[in-house]
C-alpha cells in the first residue's frame, strides 16, 4: 500500500453511517429520549465490531490533506513560487509581519487545533487496542490498526514539530472537566517520542500487505528518516542556533534544538535511518541503478513521470514510476479528485493562475551541461529556456513552451497550443500592432488570473491533453514521502559526517536519472553547496524547501530576497512579419527577456522569528503552560 485511497475510505465511511442508524433505531424502539447523538457512535460499539473500528481508523487519515495540491501552497512562502491572490495571509508570513495574533495563513496540514484534533483520534485507538479494551478478537487485526495509529500520530506530531518546536506529547484521551492545560515538552522528547511511534509503527505493520489507503512499515521508516535529518541540522543545535538567531532565552531553547550532545552523532543516526529506507524495498524507488547520464529529453520525461506517481494517461508518461513513491494521498475518480490544474494553470485557460514560480527559482536551474545559468551571458540571455537542467521543463511553464489544446471557449486563438508571457508585434488587418499574450495579466481571456512573474506551475499538473477544462480534475497523487528524499537525507548525512564518496555516488545517480552530469568534486563544503542547490531542484514544489532552508539557517539570504520575474517581449526579424493569431517563432521576432524585482503584491522581507511559527493567541490563553517561541 502507498498512500491513501479516498474511494476505500468513502465506501467504508459509507458503512459508517449505515451502521450508525441502525444502532440508533434500536436505541429509539428502547426509549425515544434515550438517543445517542446522531453524529456519534459509542466508543464501546466501535471498538465492539472490526469494520467499525476500520471505519474510525479511516477517519484518522483525515489530518492528511491535499498538500502541495491544495489552492495555496507552501511554496509560496518560500523562494519557489509567488501566490497571485491577495488577503489570504501569505503576504503577512512573507513580508515578516507574523504574530500571534495576525498569524497569516495557516494550512490545515500544520494547524495546531487540527492536529491535535487528530492525534486525539489515534490516541483513543491506541488505547482501546493497548488496554484489550475492545471487542476485537483478531490479532492482525488489531496490529495493523494499532501500527496506523502510531504511524499517524508520528505523522501528525512531526508536522507540529517541524513548524513550532517542542509541542505539548499528549498520550491520554482527555474528557471535557480534565485539566487541559499542559506544558510544551522540550525538542529532544519530542523527537524521542516520534521515534518511539514510528518503531512501533514499523513493528506492528512489518509484513503486512495493506490496501491502497493505509500507512505501511516503510513509510513508518521514512518518518524517522526525515525526523533525524531535521534534528541533526543546525536550526535544532543550540551553538548553531544561537550564533545565528540571538534573543532567544535561555528557558526556551530546548523547546527549540538540543542543548547538550554531539552534532556529529545525530548526523550519523541521520545516516542510518536514511540506508534503512533505501535497504529496506528493492521495490521502491525509479532508475536509480544508472551509471551514466540519460538523454535531456528522457530525463524530462523520467522526471516527469515521477511527478505523475502512476495517476496520468499522458504520452510518454511512464507508470512504473509510481515505485518512487513511499506514502502518498491518492485521489481517485469519480470519488474524488483535486484541480491543481484549476489553481494554478495558466489564466489564458481559464485558469486562476495562484502559485507562479518566481525567477530566484528558474534562475537556479542550471544549464545542461551543469554549469550555472547567468542573465549576464549573452547568449544565455537571448535564449534562456533553452539546454536547461531536463527538470525545468517538467518543472515550469514559460513563454513559448508548448502545452495542451485550449478550449473552444476561448475561440481556438491558439492553434499552436503554446504558452503566451510576452507582448509581441503582430499584423492585424494589415497594420501593426502590439499584442498581449492570452497568459498575461492584460490578456483578453480573464487577465485577472494572469500571471505576475511571467511562469506558470507545472510539475503535478497532469499533461495529458485530454485534461483541458479548468474544472476537469486529475488523479496525480501527492507524495508525502517518496524515495529520493530518503536518498538526498543519505547524501546530507554523509556530507556532513565527511564521508563524501558515497554521498558523490548517491548524488549522481539522482543526476543520471534526470540527464545532468556527474558531480566529481569530494571537498566537503562545495558538497555542501552542490548538495544543497541539488536537494532545492529536485524537491520543487514538493513542500521541502520551507523547511529546508530554515534548518540550515540560510532563510535571510534566500526566502528573504525579493521576488524576481522576467518580462518579455518579442519584435519582428527586420523584413518579417506575423499574422494573427500569434505564435512563438523565433524565426521571425526576436525575443528579449528582462529580469527585474517585484515588490508590489509583497515586499519580502525576513524576520528571525519566523524560523519558528508563534502559537496563537487563543491558544495560549487556553493553556497557560504555554511558553512562546521567541520574537513574539
Known amino acids: 500500500m502507498k498512500g491513501i485511497d479516498m474511494k476505500t475510505i468513502k465506501k467504508n465511511i459509507n458503512l459508517y453511517t449505515l451502521l450508525l442508524i441502525m444502532v440508533l433505531g434500536t436505541a429509539c424502539k428502547k426509549d425515544f429520549l434515550n438517543v445517542t447523538p446522531p453524529n456519534q457512535l459509542s466508543a464501546d460499539v466501535v471498538w465492539s465490531d472490526p469494520t467499525l473500528a476500520e471505519a474510525y481508523m479511516n477517519d484518522a487519515y483525515k489530518g492528511l490533506v491535499n498538500g502541495g495540491l491544495s489552492e495555496q501552497?507552501?511554496?509560496?512562502?518560500?523562494?519557489?513560487?509567488?501566490?497571485?491572490?491577495?488577503?489570504?495571509?501569505?503576504?503577512?508570513?512573507?513580508?515578516?509581519?507574523?504574530?500571534?495574533?495576525?498569524?497569516?495563513?495557516?494550512?490545515?496540514s500544520w494547524n495546531w487545533d487540527r492536529m491535535y484534533l487528530y492525534i486525539r483520534t489515534c490516541n483513543t485507538a491506541i488505547n482501546r487496542i493497548v488496554s484489550g479494551n475492545n471487542s476485537i478478537s483478531d490479532q492482525a487485526k488489531k496490529d495493523q490498526f494499532l501500527g496506523e495509529a502510531y504511524f499517524l500520530r508520528a505523522y501528525y506530531y512531526q508536522q507540529l514539530l517541524r513548524f513550532y518546536g517542542g509541542v505539548p506529547l499528549i498520550t491520554k484521551v482527555y474528557n471535557i472537566t480534565d485539566d487541559l492545560k499542559v506544558k510544551r515538552n522540550t525538542y529532544e522528547e519530542c523527537v524521542n517520542f516520534i521515534l518511539k511511534d514510528c518503531d512501533e509503527a514499523n513493528r506492528l505493520l512489518s509484513g503486512k500487505t495493506m490496501d491502497q489507503g493505509r500507512a505501511t512499515a516503510l513509510a513508518a521508516l521514512a518518518i524517522k528518516s526525515r525526523v533525524l535529518l531535521y534534528a541533526a541540522s543546525d536550526l535544532h543545535d543550540k551553538a548553531k542556533l544561537t550564533a545565528k538567531v540571538g534573543g532567544i532565552p535561555d528557558q526556551t531553547l530546548p523547546l527549540l534544538c538540543y542543548t547538550s550532545g554531539n552534532q556529529a552523532d545525530r548526523y550519523r543516526l541521520a545516516q542510518t535511518a536514511a540506508k534503512a529506507v533505501m535497504d529496506a524495498d528493492a521495490r521502491t524507488g525509479y532508475k536509480l541503478n544508472l551509471s551514466a547520464p540519460v538523454s535531456a529529453s528522457q530525463g524530462t520525461i523520467n522526471y516527469?513521470?515521477?511527478?505523475?506517481?502512476?495517476?496520468?494517461?499522458?504520452?510518454?508518461?511512464?507508470?512504473?514510476?509510481?515505485?518512487?513513491?513511499?506514502?502518498?494521498?491518492?485521489?481517485?475518480?469519480?470519488?474524488?479528485?483535486?484541480?491543481?490544474?484549476?489553481?494554478n494553470g495558466p489564466n489564458g485557460y481559464h485558469n486562476w493562475g495562484g502559485n507562479s514560480p518566481i525567477g530566484l527559482l528558474v534562475d537556479d536551474y542550471d544549464m545542461q551541461d551543469g554549469t550555472p545559468f547567468s542573465w549576464s551571458n549573452p547568449l544565455e540571455k537571448a535564449n534562456p529556456y533553452q539546454n536547461r537542467d531536463p527538470r525545468f521543463y517538467a518543472t515550469v511553464l514559460y513563454d513559448g513552451a508548448d502545452w495542451?489544446?485550449?478550449?473552444?471557449?476561448s475561440g481556438n486563438v491558439d492553434p499552436a497550443n503554446q504558452i503566451q508571457t510576452g507582448t509581441y508585434d503582430l499584423m492585424v488587418?494589415?497594420?501593426?500592432?502590439?499584442f498581449s499574450g492570452l497568459d498575461t495579466r492584460n490578456s483578453s481571456l480573464e487577465n485577472w488570473n494572469g500571471t505576475y512573474t511571467g511562469y506558470y506551475y507545472h510539475k503535478f499538473t497532469d499533461p495529458d491533453p485530454n485534461i483541458i477544462d479548468q474544472n476537469m480534475p486529475q488523479t496525480i497523487p501527492w507524495p508525502f514521502f517518496r524515495y529520493t528524499e530518503a536518498v538526498l537525507n543519505y547524501i546530507e548525512a554523509s556530507i556532513e559526517l565527511g564521508d563524501t564518496g558515497p554521498a558523490v555516488a548517491w548524488l549522481n545517480k539522482i543526476r543520471f536519472r534526470?540527464?545532468?552530469?556527474?558531480?566529481?568534486?569530494?571537498?566537503?563544503?562545495?558538497?555542501?553547496?552542490?548538495?544543497?542547490?541539488?536537494?532545492?531542484?529536485?524537491?520543487?514544489f514538493e513542500e521541502q524547501r520551507y523547511h529546508d532552508v530554515r534548518r540550515w539557517l540560510i532563510a535571510n539570504e534566500t526566502v528573504g530576497r525579493k521576488v524576481t520575474i522576467v518580462t518579455v517581449s518579442g519584435k519582428f526579424k527586420p523584413g518579417k512579419t506575423q499574422s494573427a493569431p500569434y505564435h512563438y517563432d523565433p524565426s521571425v521576432y526576436d525575443y528579449t527577456y528582462t529580469p527585474s524585482e517585484y515588490n508590489v503584491l509583497e515586499n519580502r522581507a525576513w524576520n528571525n522569528a519566523l524560523y519558528f511559527r508563534p502559537i496563537t493567541r487563543d491558544e495560549m490563553n487556553k493553556n497557560n503552560l504555554l511558553v512562546q517561541n521567541p520574537g513574539y
Open 429 to 434: 488587418s494589415g497594420k501593426l500592432t502590439s
Open 73 to 108: 501552497m507552501l511554496a509560496s512562502v518560500s523562494d519557489e513560487s509567488l501566490f497571485n491572490h491577495t488577503g489570504r495571509g501569505i503576504d503577512i508570513v512573507n513580508t515578516g509581519n507574523v504574530s500571534p495574533t495576525t498569524t497569516g495563513w495557516i494550512d490545515d
Open 304 to 343: 516527469a513521470s515521477i511527478a505523475m506517481g502512476g495517476g496520468s494517461k499522458a504520452p510518454n508518461i511512464d507508470p512504473s514510476a509510481a515505485s518512487e513513491i513511499i506514502f502518498a494521498k491518492y485521489f481517485l475518480l469519480p470519488n474524488y479528485a483535486v484541480t491543481p490544474n484549476l489553481y
Open 514 to 540: 534526470v540527464g545532468m552530469p556527474a558531480v566529481t568534486t569530494t571537498d566537503q563544503a562545495s558538497l555542501r553547496t552542490i548538495y544543497r542547490h541539488e536537494r532545492r531542484i529536485e524537491m520543487a
Open 404 to 409: 495542451k489544446p485550449r478550449d473552444k471557449v
